[in-house]
């Protein structure tokens, strides 16, 4: 996945994302609150819950 570098807009509101890190060498789901530095976290894929199974 490609990053996407688009600068965020001053704002007092969260905006929260999700990807898929592979460059580890693990699949990994990143979420990220990208208007606080350092608002991530990361866990493997295998431990998601597919959407279905979630609702």
């Known amino acids: 996945m490609a990053p996407d570098s ?3 807009p001053d704002s007092s509101e969260p ?10 060498g693990e699949p990994r789901l990143v979420i990220a609150d990208i208007t606080i ?5 990361s866990a493997p894929t295998g431990s998601a ?3 279905p199974a979630w609702r």
């Open 15 to 24: 905006e929260v994302m999700a990807a898929v890190d592979t460059d580890s």
């Open 6 to 8: 688009t600068a965020v």
């Open 49 to 51: 819950v597919s959407l």
């Open 37 to 41: 530095d350092g608002a991530w976290l």
